[in-house]
């Protein structure tokens, strides 16, 4: 989704002079420059959201993650507390905007992204268990022999001596990892990298085709798993119950496993992708990881930081009036937060535009925001750190000579507002 003139987004872009919009081409086209700038003009900005409604833009570390962990700014644009009437919700508007039928917009309202405490809570203890570090940590051996076979396929699918490395192994991995975890069977994965990104795009068309025949397959997944329990984490999710005897609603369980999976191999495919980018474009930085496989940890935090998919969060809104770096929100104003700013911010980081893998300490506490921070940290963020590792130092142990198919400037990037992501990353195996 871009700010074309067929967007649906596009005629707000512009309107307000002073006011960025997120969905302006020179910040898709350029998020770095363009939110860097943003952050020197202060710390929050006033911005425009996708469907032209005023937004707070939160743009260094410090504050981004103060708002993070800060309890009076809630997720829920419904929450009562807010006091929005129903045609105030942004994303409300947002799926007018793209034509979502009534009936399928539980699916997106109710994700747990969307909810707050005691909701989320009780969510996310439900389905944690399946995220545990042990379980993570007892999966790696399975992630490891996924990587070593899509890895030694990669010559099969060579032409010219170039192969697609998103195609054929950023993608592939987490999404074969995500689907055994939930209960996927192999043959429907392909269908699913279909639609998420058909979903990802928030094209109307692309959505009114692929998100109906998506929410009626997991329901037909739960419908059957029901009848048949296994191992694997949709059935664990049917097994479970919280603290109160409360279980999964089906509309919960549809809606948890659509969140899952899309976040389980979107976000960590284009941090694979967008990893060995910046790799293979930074020779010195290549050799130290070959010649120090230990760095490996330290390396995925700093590619999360340095490249990471996601520059923006979701929008959160102040349930109270809050100062905010000099700034007040206003109960009810929505904020957006600014990773990619964030991540860079020189207040935080000596030298942030340099690449540097031995920047983040071993054994330290998370030193960016990729992952987000307090309540909302990535659920999956175990997960996700741990695929990067593998994926990392399987491919270079595979491909000590791997270089890059095409000059650097000549990759070419998908233009969705918030995220960086490749359309292909040719390579050579050397």
């Not at 639609?195 to 998100?211: H, I, N, Q, Y």
């Not at 119950?241 to 809606?255: K, N, Y």
């Not at 070959?290 to 929008?315: F, K």
């Amino acid at each position: 989704m871009s700010a074309s003139p067929t967007s649906p987004f596009a005629a707000h872009v512009g309107k307000h002079p002073g006011e960025p919009n997120v969905m302006d081409p020179a910040l898709i086209n350029d998020p770095f420059a363009g939110y860097g700038a943003l952050r020197e003009q202060g710390p929050v900005v006033r911005g425009r959201f996708m469907d032209d409604s005023p937004v707070w833009l939160v743009t260094r570390f410090e504050e981004v993650r103060q708002v993070l962990r800060d309890q009076r700014f809630v997720n829920n644009p419904a929450a009562p507390l807010l006091g929005h009437a129903a045609e105030d919700n942004p994303l409300t508007r947002l799926m007018d905007m793209l034509g979502l039928p009534e009936h399928l917009r539980p699916y997106l309202l109710g994700s747990i992204l969307n909810y707050d405490a005691p909701d989320h809570t009780r969510l996310r203890r439900l389905v944690s268990r399946a995220f545990t570090a042990r379980k993570i940590t007892d999966l790696r051996p399975r992630v490891e022999q996924i990587a070593d076979a899509l890895l030694a396929r990669l010559p099969e699918h060579a032409e010219d001596g170039v192969v697609d490395l998103i195609q054929h192994f950023a993608y592939p991995l987490p999404i074969t990892v995500i689907c055994e975890l939930v209960g996927i069977p192999e043959a429907d994965r392909p269908q699913w990298r279909k639609w998420g990104a058909d979903l990802v795009s928030m094209e109307p068309d692309r959505l009114s085709t692929s998100f109906p025949p998506m929410i009626e397959h997991i329901h037909q997944m739960v419908r059957e798993r029901r009848g048949a329990l296994t191992d694997d984490l949709l059935s664990e999710l049917i097994r479970t119950h919280d603290d109160d005897g409360g279980r999964l609603s089906d509309v919960e369980m549809v809606t948890m496993i659509l969140t899952l999976v899309l976040a389980g191999h979107e976000t960590t495919a284009h941090l694979i992708s967008n990893g060995t980018a910046a790799l293979l474009t930074h020779p010195d930085q290549l050799r130290l990881l070959q010649d120090d496989p230990s760095l490996l940890p330290r390396a995925v935090h700093e590619l999360m930081r340095w490249c990471g998919p996601v520059h923006i969060t979701q929008l959160r809104y102040a349930a109270a009036d809050v100062d905010l770096a000099g700034t007040t929100i206003r109960k009810g104003d929505a904020v957006q937060l600014v990773l990619v700013s964030a991540n860079f911010d020189p207040r935080h980081y000596t030298d942030p535009d340099r690449l540097d893998l031995t920047r983040h300490p071993a054994g330290q506490a998370e030193n960016h925001v990729g992952f987000g921070h307090g309540a909302h940290y990535c659920l999956g963020a175990t997960l996700a750190k741990q695929e990067g590792e593998v994926a990392f130092g399987k491919l270079l142990a595979h491909y000590p000579k791997l270089s890059l198919g095409v000059a650097p400037e000549r990759l070419e990037r998908t233009p969705l507002p918030g995220s960086w992501r490749l359309n292909a990353l040719p390579v050579r195996l050397g």
